[in-house]
């Protein structure tokens, strides 16, 4: 791990390349460094085995042009959010020192996404506790910035990645055990079904019709984000 612009945090691996890997390969390219870290190694998922998904997970973020990609050890299917996890976020962005973290909003499906959701927020403002002593300097980022997953919320904002769609779409693919690939003798499962990757790109271009954009990635803040230019926010668009 290195220091980074931007952290994103999933609980499992591709959880961030699916949500807001756009805006992840977006903002490499705008010349920030992006680091990402799993809570969990996906062992529960059907198919693949952990090997297999750490990495594919590697060569996901190669692609994304990511600094780092770590993977925690929480538990998939059972993450775990005591002291001990917290305290492990809290050495990650200390270490790391975001300014912008991302996160999944914690109000999902799966309730490791919630979990991951909630733990990271909390986290990120117990990392600026001066008095928290650690082997690392208090750090506290900006704002958490939420993706969605599985259950939508109306977006705080929605980032243009059509410049970036095919980059994501090329990291998605690095995950080649969990995603469609007609030759896999492994069970079927939702999201290796077809149907699940036309999804995602469906989903890329519903957030994008909401801006004007062939491609988008929504985000929900607690916190509004500020807009330098109104004018400029809704260029190209009409009532
Ligand atoms: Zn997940």
Not at 161 to 184: C, E, G, L, N, Y
Not at 190 to 197: K, M, N, V
Request: charged share 25%.
């Amino acid at each position: 791990m290195s220091e980074v612009d931007i952290l994103f945090f999933g609980a499992h691996p591709d959880d961030v390349e699916l949500s807001a890997g756009g805006t992840a390969a977006k903002m490499v390219r705008d010349g920030l460094r992006v680091g990402i870290v799993d809570l969990t190694r996906g062992e529960m998922g059907t198919r693949g085995t952990p090997a297999i998904r750490k990495r594919e997970a590697q060569s996901a973020a190669r692609a994304l042009g990511c600094s780092f990609r770590e993977q925690l050890d929480f538990g998939d299917g059972m993450l775990r959010t005591g002291r001990e996890q917290e305290l492990e976020i809290i050495d990650v962005l200390r270490r790391t020192r975001p300014q912008l973290v991302f996160a999944p909003y914690p109000d999902d499906r799966h309730p490791d996404h919630t979990r991951t959701g909630r733990i990271v927020t909390e986290a990120s403002f117990y990392a600026g506790l001066r008095q928290l002593r650690t082997k690392l300097a208090a750090h506290r980022p900006q704002t958490v910035i939420y993706f969605l997953q599985n259950y939508m919320f109306t977006p705080s904002f929605v980032v243009d990645v059509t410049a970036a769609w095919k980059t994501k779409m090329r990291a998605i693919a690095a995950f080649k055990s969990q995603f469609h690939d007609p030759k896999s003798k492994e069970p079927q499962t939702f999201i290796s079904d077809p149907g699940f990757l036309q999804m995602i790109e469906a989903r890329g271009k519903h957030f994008g019709a909401l801006i004007s954009r062939p491609y988008g990635e929504a985000f929900v803040t607690k916190q509004p984000p500020r807009i330098d230019d109104p004018l400029a926010a809704y260029a190209g668009r009409e009532v």
